[in-house]
């Protein structure tokens, strides 16, 4: 009974790690920021900052709710309605080259007509749509933003020892049928989605990571090719 055990144990591991190890899509997406310089500084609230202290990246991530009865999205994490709006942020930004990695803290269906409209506006007062990436959870609501010439990213779930062998399926079939521009997910799973969906562009973000110790993590992550963006807490863009 012992031998049969272990014998199924030792299939069970075996089995696990053939699904772990093999793509399930080999599918891919046209790269829309396919620059050598993949760092951008994670969470850049304030465009003086984007301006001064990260003037050194290519691109930043900013957090934003939109606000439904103000029609306009405030740019922070958490908390209360700030008042610094998005235009606002824009507006003030001085390299207008700069690419804007925007997470859409709170799309839902009950918004989504509302921040596509306002996208819109925002587009026509002047700011570039090829350098805005919408980023949110919600796959079939970011159809609707795809849909209007926005570029996209799917946030995926986190990977799990258990939940992953199903739920990678789903993402897989989501990429099939809506084709967004990008996955991202924490940097604690590249490692997962690259085997899954290893020609799919791969945003990622670092939270945790310090500058100078962290580097060759970073460094690693960078040189695997389908990541194209790597969000960081570091005020030098070391990657040049």
């Known amino acids: 009974m012992y031998k049969k055990i ?5 299939v069970l591991i075996f ?4 699904f772990y190890l093999f793509p399930i899509y080999k599918g891919n997406s046209k790269a829309i920021f396919n620059n050598h310089q993949k760092l951008w500084a994670h969470r850049v609230l304030d465009f003086n900052d984007a301006n001064n202290k ?10 934003v709710f939109f606000e439904t009865e103000k029609k306009v999205f405030d740019v922070r994490h958490h908390g209360e309605y700030r008042g610094n709006t998005l235009l606002d ?16 803290k709170n799309l839902n269906n009950n918004n989504v ?19 805005l ?14 849909i209007e010439g926005f570029y996209v990213s799917y946030w995926l779930p986190t990977f799990n020892f258990i939940k992953s062998t199903y739920e990678v399926f789903q993402v ?4 099939i049928k809506f084709k967004p521009n990008a996955i991202s997910c924490s940097y604690h799973n590249i490692d997962f989605y690259s085997r899954k969906f290893p020609k ?23 040189l695997r090719d389908n990541v194209k963006v790597i969000l960081v807490d570091f005020k030098n863009n070391f990657i040049q």
């Open 6 to 10: 272990i014998s199924f144990i030792i």
């Open 15 to 18: 089995l696990y790690l053939l």
């Open 54 to 63: 990260f003037s050194n990246f290519k691109g930043i991530e900013i957090d």
């Open 89 to 104: 942020f824009l507006n003030n930004i001085n390299d207008k080259e700069l690419f804007l990695w925007i997470d859409l």
């Open 113 to 131: 007509l509302a921040i596509r409209n306002r996208l819109n506006e925002i587009i026509d007062s002047g700011v570039s749509k090829e350098h």
């Open 133 to 146: 990436l919408i980023e949110s959870k919600n796959i079939e609501l970011l159809e609707i933003l795809q």
């Open 172 to 175: 897989k079939n989501n990429l």
């Open 200 to 222: 799919y562009n791969l945003h990622c973000w670092t939270n945790g990571l310090e500058e100078g110790e962290d580097n060759l993590k970073v460094l690693k992550i960078s």
